[in-house]
C-alpha cells in the first residue's frame, strides 16, 4: 500500500505540475503589451522634464515620437482582444485533476492485474518472438554473406546457429565455408561432424567420422572429436572400444567439464560404467547369495532410494540419468520418461545443467 501510494502523489504532483498555469490570471500579460509600454515611456518622459534631467525641445520630440508609436500600436491591436475566462481554464484543471486517474484505472482493470505472476525470462527466450527475431538475424547474415561469400567470421557466427534451428544441411554447408575461409582447426573439423551427425538422424556416418578423424589428428584431446569416435564405434557394435574411448576422455576431463555427465551415462550405456548407485563389497558379497528375487528387489530398493534422493535435492544430473537409464534397464519406460520429465523441471532454472540433462537424455532416446 505505500508503494501505492507514493505513486500516488507523484500522479498527482505531475498533474498539478501540468494544470498550475491554468488556474492563474492572465492579467499580468496586459501590462507587458506593447501599448502600455509606450504609455510608460511617455510618463518617463514627463518625469524626466519635471526633473530637469532632460530640455523642454527633446522632451517634446520624444513625446512626439513616442505618441505617433503608440497610436501605430493601438492601431494594430484588435479592437476587443479575446481574454480567457478563469472560471472555465479552473473547471478544466479541476477535471482533469480527477479525470485523469479515474480514465487511468478504467484502462488498466480490463488489461492488467497486480496479481499477475512474472514471465520468467526463459520462457520469453522460449517464445515465438524469440524465434522470429533469431530467424530474421539469420536472414540478415545469409544476405551479408551471399554479397560477402569470403567472410570467414561470418560463416563462423552462421554455423551454429543454423544447427540450433535444425537447418543442419545449412550447418554444414557454413561449417565448410568457415574451413575454407578461416583454416584448419580440431574444433571447426569437429563441429562440422557434430552437424553431419545431426543431419543423419544421429547416426556418425563414414564422412562424419572422418572429419572426427581429421580433428583428433588435429588435437588427440579434442572432447567432441572424442566422444563422437566413441560414439560411431558403439553404433558400429564395438562396445568395448567405445567404453575404452570415454574412459580416456573422462580421465582427462576437468571435474567441472559441461559434458561429463553425457560421457558417463554413455559409458554407462555400453556396460562401461554402472547404472545404478555404486555398491558396497558388503553389497556386493551378499547378493552372490541371493535369489534372482532377492537381487532384483536389492536393485528396486537402491532404485527407489536413488530417487528419493534427487526429489530432495535434484540438482545431480548424472543421478538423474542414472535413475532414467535403471528404469529403462528394468523396462519401466513410463517411469523412465516421468523421471526425464522430473529432471528437466528441476534444472529448468539452470542453462547449463538442462543442456547437459538434454544431451544426456537424447543419448538414452528420450531426447524428444
Known amino acids: 500500500m505505500t508503494l501505492w501510494f507514493v505513486f500516488a502523489l507523484m500522479t498527482v504532483a505531475a498533474i ?19 501599448v502600455a509600454v509606450y504609455k510608460d515611456q511617455l510618463a518617463e518622459v514627463e518625469r524626466d522634464l519635471a526633473a530637469g534631467l532632460i530640455p523642454a525641445p527633446e522632451a517634446e520630440a520624444a513625446r512626439v515620437e ?3 508609436r503608440l497610436l501605430a500600436a493601438a492601431a494594430s491591436e484588435p479592437a476587443t482582444a479575446p481574454k480567457s475566462n478563469l472560471k472555465w481554464r479552473r473547471a478544466a484543471a479541476v477535471v482533469a485533476l480527477a479525470g485523469l486517474p479515474l480514465v487511468a484505472v478504467a484502462v488498466y482493470m480490463p488489461l492488467g ?3 499477475l505472476q512474472d514471465f520468467p525470462l ?4 522460449r517464445g515465438p518472438g524469440m524465434a522470429q527475431s533469431l530467424e530474421s538475424l539469420v536472414v540478415q547474415v545469409e544476405q551479408h554473406l551471399e554479397k560477402n561469400p569470403t567472410d570467414g567470421r561470418g560463416w563462423n557466427v552462421l554455423a551454429p546457429v543454423l544447427e540450433r534451428l535444425g537447418r543442419f544441411d545449412d550447418a554444414v554447408r557454413a561449417y565448410r565455408n ?44 579434442d572432447p567432441k ?9 558403439e553404433q558400429d557394435g564395438r562396445k568395448d572400444d567405445a567404453a575404452t574411448i570415454w574412459r580416456a576422455l573422462l580421465a582427462k576431463a576437468p571435474a567441472d567439464a559441461p559434458w561429463r555427465a553425457l560421457v558417463q551415462s554413455s559409458l554407462a550405456r555400453v556396460g562401461g560404467g554402472g547404472t545404478m548407485p555404486a555398491l558396497s563389497d558388503e553389497t556386493i558379497a551378499a547378493s552372490k547369495d541371493m535369489d534372482e528375487g532377492g537381487r532384483n528387489a536389492m536393485v528396486r530398493g537402491m532404485v527407489d532410494r536413488l530417487a528419493t534422493r534427487l526429489k530432495q535435492n535434484g540438482d ?17 519406460r513410463d517411469k523412465a520418461m516421468g523421471a526425464s520429465a522430473d ?26
Open 343 to 368: 529432471a528437466r523441471q528441476a534444472v529448468a532454472s539452470d542453462a547449463e545443467r538442462l543442456r547437459q540433462l538434454n544431451d544426456g537424455l537424447r543419448t538414452l532416446g528420450l531426447g524428444g
Open 16 to 34: 498539478f505540475a501540468v494544470l498550475w498555469p491554468l488556474g492563474r490570471n492572465s492579467g499580468a500579460q496586459d501590462q507587458g503589451s506593447e
Open 316 to 332: 545431480d544430473v548424472e543421478g538423474w540419468l542414472r535413475l532414467v537409464r535403471a528404469y529403462l534397464v528394468m523396462g519401466e
Open 225 to 233: 572429436a572424442n566422444y563422437f569416435l566413441g560414439l560411431a564405434a
Open 122 to 125: 526463459a520462457q520469453r527466450e
Open 178 to 221: 568457415s574451413l575454407t575461409y578461416n583454416g584448419e582447426s580440431a574444433e571447426r573439423r569437429s563441429d562440422l561432424g557434430e552437424a553431419m551427425s545431426a543431419a543423419a538422424g544421429g547416426v556418425v556416418t563414414a564422412e562424419a567420422k572422418a572429419e572426427f578423424e581429421r580433428a583428433h589428428a588435429l588435437n588427440a584431446d
Open 66 to 68: 513616442i505618441s505617433r
Open 113 to 115: 492485474s497486480p496479481r
